[in-house]
């Protein structure tokens, strides 16, 4: 099975959000922070991270950035609760530093878990 790294400030969102991708039996990590983030990658690369845009402490842009230089391969996530007039811009950017897939919060759980599955069995077949 695969690993998981949920990377957003919201206990909320960690509570809620990993049960859910971890139903097929994955590993799912939890980060509160992107420093969290770069550590867990640092000890142990994931197969898939979901990257929370808004941080208190280095934005989700710089998180992608520097978890896809640790682990080229990675694939990535984003999402956001960001304000609607900023969020789509946001989300853009994430896709040009190498997100795979984008989702405004609050979204579709069934189109998530969809997006999470088809990443992973792109990376198992990239293997």
């Given at each position: ?35 969290d983030a770069e550590r867990e990658v640092a000890a142990r690369p994931p ?81």
């Open positions: 099975m695969a690993t998981i790294l949920i990377v957003d400030d919201e206990e909320s969102f960690l509570s809620a959000i990993s049960p859910l991708v971890g139903r097929g039996g994955h590993t799912v990590r939890l980060a509160g922070s992107a420093y197969d898939l991270a979901i990257v929370d845009m808004i941080m208190p402490d280095k934005g989700g842009l710089e998180t992608i950035a520097q978890l896809r230089k640790m682990s080229p391969g990675l694939k990535v996530i984003a999402v956001s609760g960001a304000p609607a007039s900023g969020r789509r811009r946001l989300l853009d950017w994430a896709a040009r530093m190498g997100a795979s897939q984008t989702f405004s919060k609050p979204f579709a759980i069934r189109e998530f878990l969809d997006a999470v599955q088809r990443l992973l069995e792109e990376k198992v077949s990239e293997n």
